[in-house]
């Protein structure tokens, strides 16, 4: 074998030095895709831990505190106790859970069937779309503020309506009713639905545009109707984005704070729309004594462990079984 083919001989069997820069360059690219991958984890986490975690660890801790001229000292569970005692916690807890209710029947079941009248459409379906997405844009405040011209009793625009049908007119949410649901409870509802009600409908939009039209042309052929089409088709082709908005939406009516807040006052006529949210700011705010901090703390804390049990409950009740 001569010398020139023993060289190339070598050459083809090493990798030679043109491969090895070549390897290490892609090494370093790794390490710095790592390296930035870890970098933007890093400032979520740091982001969680003090806008999140830090303020409930330190909410849990003052709970358990009592704060008397500056000076902090252990209770135990007496806050606790004293909410638990307190007759207006379980009146909270009960309009709390009225106004989920509530919401359920109209901001999750609206959106939906928006949804599909919205998908069923050949035109101006970009125009409506935009129109229904409107009040998710609004301040919530600005929003509300508005409602609260509509339910005005003397010169609102609900009760002008009602006057023009020759329909006796409501007080709205100054309603002094105590039976459920109140009207006042009802109106708040129906403010909340109209401001959220955007994200949820273009959220159903564009899970129905991915359902196969084949299956809707397979269930005309088999005679089914429209409403068999939907409890046949839609609602199983859907179920995942159903479920899913359904606990978003029961843990963020049952935090409800902002509506009641400006359309009522807070707690409304007899507490008929007072929230456990509201129940926190007064005792946070809006009551004598030195340790209010700590009772909200408390009350915070409850709340927050009935929406991590139900939410725990969702995700065993969800998990894939196999």
């Known amino acids: 074998m001569t010398d020139t083919a023993v060289t190339l001989s070598k050459a083809e069997g090493s990798p030679g030095p043109l491969k090895r820069p070549a390897a290490r360059s892609r090494r370093s690219q790794q ?34 505190q009592k704060t008397h001229l500056g000076v902090t000292t252990w209770a135990g569970w007496l806050n606790y106790s004293r909410i638990f005692h307190d007759p207006t916690f379980w009146t909270a807890w009960r309009n709390t859970l009225e106004f989920t209710g509530l919401a359920l029947v109209f901001g999750y079941a609206v959106p939906f069937f928006t949804a599909i009248l919205l998908n069923e459409l050949r035109h101006a379906r970009g125009y409506l779309r935009v129109l229904v997405y409107l009040p998710v844009m609004l301040p919530p405040a600005s929003a509300l503020l508005l409602f609260s011209y509509f339910y005005d009793p003397t010169s609102g625009l609900f009760n002008r309506i009602l006057q023009l049908l020759h329909l006796p007119t409501s007080q709205w949410v100054q309603s002094p ?47 089914a109707g429209l409403f068999r089409r939907i409890w046949h088709v839609t609602v199983p082709q859907t179920r995942l984005i159903l479920s899913m908005l359904l606990m978003l939406q029961i843990v963020a009516t049952m935090q409800m704070f902002i509506e009641a807040f400006i359309l009522t006052g807070g707690p409304g006529v007899n507490d008929n729309t007072l929230s456990v949210v509201d129940l926190i700011y007064i005792y946070a705010f809006s009551m004598s004594g030195s340790s209010n901090y700590n009772s909200a703390s408390a009350l915070g804390v409850v709340l927050m462990l009935v929406l991590g049990a139900f939410s725990g409950a969702y995700l065993w009740l969800s998990r894939d079984r196999g």
Do not use: K
């Open 31 to 64: 390490v710095r895709r790592n390296l930035s991958a870890h970098g933007f984890l890093i400032g979520a986490v740091l982001c969680f831990a003090l806008f999140s975690w830090y303020p409930m660890a330190r909410e849990i801790i003052m709970s358990f």
């Open 177 to 223: 009713g105590t039976s459920m649901p109140t009207t006042a409870m009802i109106a708040v509802v129906i403010a909340a639905t109209w401001m959220n009600m955007g994200a949820a409908t273009l959220i159903y939009l564009a899970a129905l545009q991915n359902i196969p039209g084949e299956l809707y042309e397979a269930a005309e052929l088999d005679g």
